[in-house]
């Protein structure tokens, strides 16, 4: 089997879970959890057309925010969506 190679954040999340420090959950939590990853589940492709210096602008922001541009707008998107 392949071994996959951890990034730093990754590798403190595993060390956490053979410390036992992690919890499982169970029920309504855990039906929130994959209601929640279920939500955020991309399966369509969207193609628009946008001013230029608006995604810039938007890059700009999101880079600040440490998270990639279209991963900000995705969830722009969801919280809209999700609003009305």
């Known amino acids: 089997m392949k071994k996959i190679k951890l990034g730093a954040k ?6 956490a879970i053979e410390r036992d420090e992690y ?3 169970t029920g309504k939590e855990l039906q929130r959890v994959a209601d929640s990853i ?4 991309k399966d369509l492709v969207l193609t628009i ?3 230029k210096q608006d995604i810039q602008k938007i890059k700009k922001f ?5 998270i990639p541009y ?3 707008l ?4 969801h919280r809209v ?3 009305s």
């Open 81 to 83: 969506a999700a609003s």
């Open 38 to 41: 279920a939500a955020r589940k």
């Open 10 to 15: 990754e590798e403190k999340i595993m060390a």
């Open 74 to 77: 995705s969830e722009l998107i």
């Open 62 to 66: 999101a880079s600040s925010k440490g």
């Open 49 to 51: 057309r946008v001013n």
């Open 23 to 25: 919890i499982p959950v």
């Open 70 to 72: 279209q991963s900000f």
